[in-house]
């Protein structure tokens, strides 16, 4: 049986699409960032900390419920002499019990201990607080590391396709200057800038591919894919992004940077912790209950023996002691204001560098748009005249070279602008926000 080659070349093809559609994949900025919060493990980690906080705030909370223990005893006893040491003669001998039974049941209810309790649940509620504060963001560090990546791949993808659309045109020159050599209507020097010239933009498309893979790398193990899968940068969803909004001051990121909030809110705990040391100047109350019940065999029973009442402690030693404890718990609220303080200067500082490179990426992109105008027109006629012979080799190459710069510049420049403004975003605290996903 025949095989016609046309089919199997055709299937040949299929497979090799198929192959190259399975390593390939298309991922938007939104995707990747909700993609993040999902699998990366520095989040899996921030929420581990929130819910151990959360069991941590239950554990406290559980100190307001009453006590209650239940105990019971059974025991297998000797012959006892038992002897009632009474004035009254019994002619009959006393029993010899040999099993006891004895079951207690115990209750205390704290009344009183100084508001520790109380106190105790705020600070805890707060710490809460602050760790699922840090978690948020945790998150929004994660975006922006993805976004990182992401504009940093989309760059070195645009560089390398630019590259060999600029070096199709010069092997198509070598080909061509190679027939004008041959036919003696340019020296071979000319022939040589123009090979020279195909080497340097191969080597700037190696290491293009290098960064590529470089970049695809960090991004896949970040977003636990299969290192294996070649990430493509979704052109026309990473510019549709609306940038007319960006925050102009710090007002926006002092309400809602989650680290500062974690800070104020570590600061409302230590307040609290203070009056927690404070509470060991005061004695405690109780309430109290309890249930009894003995069985010694043939001897005797005791049922429903319950009792109640009030239990008072107070540890005398602790208002020459508890001064200590007061002072470090003092200091520590000094040490968390003090931290609000330094973290709140270095958010105005961040948001004032990233308000600056924004407006400078704005800038930079129409000065670059102007310079691509006036490369391509430079070009234009450069290559005009070399054609004409009134310009040599040399002005063609450099030229080429910068036409090619300013279209790297002007395309890499529309990325920048979104990059920064996606940093200005992140310093302001309303990173998470932009993609609609605040909480996983």
Not at 215 to 221: D, G, H
Request: aromatic share 8%; proline share 2%.
């Amino acid at each position: 049986m025949k095989i016609n080659p046309l089919l199997l070349f055709g299937i040949f093809f299929i497979g090799i699409s198929s192959i190259e559609a399975q390593e390939k994949t298309s991922l938007t900025l939104d995707e990747a960032v909700k993609m993040a919060w999902e699998k990366s493990n520095e989040v899996t980690l921030a929420n581990t900390k929130v819910n151990s906080k959360k069991y941590e705030l239950q554990e406290v909370k559980n100190n307001q419920y009453p006590d209650i223990k239940v105990s019971g005893q059974y025991q297998r006893l000797t012959k006892a002499s038992i002897d009632m040491h009474n004035d009254q003669a019994s002619a009959e001998p006393m029993p010899s019990p040999d099993q006891a039974l004895l079951g207690m049941a115990t209750l205390s209810l704290p009344i009183f201990s100084g508001f520790k309790i109380q106190n105790s649940i705020e600070a805890y509620d707060n710490l809460y607080e602050a760790e699922s504060a840090y978690a948020a963001k945790t998150k929004e560090d994660v975006a922006l590391r993805v976004i990182t990546y992401y504009t940093a791949l989309y760059k070195a993808q645009k560089t390398l396709d630019l590259l060999n659309e600029n070096q199709k045109q010069a092997k198509q020159r070598v080909t061509d200057f190679t027939e004008l050599e041959k036919n003696g209507i340019i020296p071979r020097n000319d022939l040589l800038k123009a090979q020279l010239l195909v080497s340097k933009t191969q080597l700037s498309i190696d290491e293009a591919n290098n960064n590529i893979n470089n970049i695809n790398f960090y991004l896949t193990t970040l977003l636990k894919l299969d290192p294996s899968v070649k990430l493509t940068v979704n052109e026309g969803d990473f510019f549709s992004l609306k940038t007319s909004n960006a925050p102009s001051s710090d007002v926006v990121a002092l309400e809602n940077r989650k680290d500062l909030e974690a800070v104020r809110l570590q600061q409302k705990a230590s307040e609290a912790n203070i009056k927690i040391a404070k509470a060991g100047y005061y004695p405690s109350l109780a309430l109290l209950g309890g249930y009894t019940a003995l069985d010694l065999k043939d001897f005797i029973t005791v049922k429903y023996a319950m009792n109640f009442g009030l239990g008072l402690s107070y540890d005398i030693s602790g208002l020459y002691k508890n001064s200590a404890h007061v002072k470090v718990a003092e200091s520590q609220a000094l040490e968390a204001k003090s931290s609000e303080a330094i973290l709140t200067d270095r958010i105005k500082n961040e948001v004032q560098k990233s308000i600056e490179d924004y407006d400078l990426a704005i800038n930079q992109s129409v000065v670059y748009d102007e310079a691509l105008q006036q490369a391509s027109e430079n070009y234009r006629l450069v290559k005009d005249k070399f054609d004409n012979g009134l310009s040599d080799t040399n002005d063609l190459v450099e030229a080429d070279v910068e036409h090619l710069s300013a279209k790297i510049n002007t395309a890499l420049s529309k990325a920048t602008i979104i990059q920064k403004y996606y940093e200005l975003l992140s310093v302001s605290g309303q990173l998470s926000q932009s993609f609609n996903l605040s909480k996983i």
